[in-house]
Structure formats: C-alpha cells, structure tokens
C-alpha cells in the first residue's frame, strides 16, 4: 500500500495540507497501479474516525508483481558500487526532507495525532539526518565491505 500526498508543496498551514489528495495506489515497478482485484479498504483517522481515503487493497497477485519487480531489479542493484548507492540514499533524503510537512499530515491522520500541532513532529525525524549520514559512510569503508 503506498499513500503519498501530492502536488509537491511544504506548506506549515494545516488547512492547506489538509485540501491535499492523496494517491491511493499501488507502488508497484516504478508506477502506481490500481489492485488487480480493484478492491479498496477505507483508511480511518481514529481520532474522528471519519475516512481519510478510499486505498487500493493489495491482494495475492499484486504481492507476486511487487516481488517479481524486486527479483528483476535486484541484478542490477547489487552491480552498484557503494558511491552510486549513496546517490539513491541521498537523492531519497532530499526527496523526503522536500515533502515532510505533507508525510507529517499523512502520518498524523494515519496515526490519529491532532492534526493542528503534532504533524509537525515529524519534520522534526532524525529520518533525512540518518540517511545522509549512512549515504556517507560509503566513502568511508576501507578493506573489504559486502557492499
């Protein structure tokens, strides 16, 4: 299941996240796919337990796609040296650090957090902080490494 927020925006305004749709599809091979059996589950913010989103239900055949897509892109990952990892980890660490205040909003109405303050929280994450530091230890390996 994968629920991100988009247009990509970081806003500190709670009503203007709050006008944000979120995706309800699959990640599935680099795209986002409807389930093959098209069923959707209703995700709840407990605190008012009122629908937050209609989500796409992943079922036995969209499992086997997700981990046929994993089996084939394996080969050419582990081929990656250290330093081109690193690039993935830290291209993510941007990623996640541009669009903290939306994941903060998802993880709040997702987790029941009173959305007003404690979204923030999650800007606060050591999250971007440790996959940058990770992404640099590549450079720092010496002798022989399993990476």
Do not use: C
């Not at 806003?11 to 098209?38: A, C, H, M, W, Y």
């Not at 909003?105 to 999250?127: E, L, W």
């Amino acid at each position: 299941m994968s629920i991100l927020i988009s247009p990509p925006i970081v806003s500190d305004n709670i009503e203007q996240l709050k006008e944000l749709p979120i995706k309800n599809r699959l990640f599935i091979n680099g795209e986002f796919v409807t389930s093959k059996s098209r069923k959707t589950f209703s995700g709840i913010y407990p605190t008012t337990e009122k629908v937050s989103a209609q989500v796409f239900e992943a079922g036995p055949e969209d499992v086997d796609d997700a981990v046929a897509a994993a089996k084939a892109a394996f080969p050419a990952w582990s081929e990656l040296g250290a330093l081109e990892r690193a690039k993935y980890l830290f291209k993510l660490a941007d990623a996640l650090e541009k669009h903290l205040s939306e994941l903060g909003y998802v993880d709040a109405i997702t987790m029941g957090k009173p959305v007003d303050n404690d979204y923030k929280s999650f800007t606060n994450s050591v999250s971007v902080v440790q996959l940058r530091y990770f992404a640099g230890r590549s450079t720092e390996i010496q002798g022989e490494a399993s990476l």
